[in-house]
């Protein structure tokens, strides 16, 4: 785990040699908003280009069975 305050000094480092400055965040339902929030401003202070944001697919909702 890396503190908000060590995040952008860490992505800046890995993306140092990379011609591609894109970062993904995956968060799940427990996250806090300000945290995420927090997070992604970390990033994009350090010259990201392109935050993205993954996601779940929900499962699509099941008929009930039986009983016919």
Do not use: C, W
């Amino acid at each position: 785990q890396v503190t908000i305050a060590d995040l952008g000094p860490k992505v800046a480092d890995l993306l140092q040699n990379k011609t591609s400055k894109m970062v993904f965040f995956r968060s799940d339902a427990r996250a806090h908003y300000g945290t995420v929030m927090d997070a992604i401003d970390a990033v994009r202070t350090t010259g990201v280009d392109e935050v993205g944001l993954l996601t779940e697919n929900r499962q699509p909702n099941k008929p009930p069975t039986g009983g016919e």
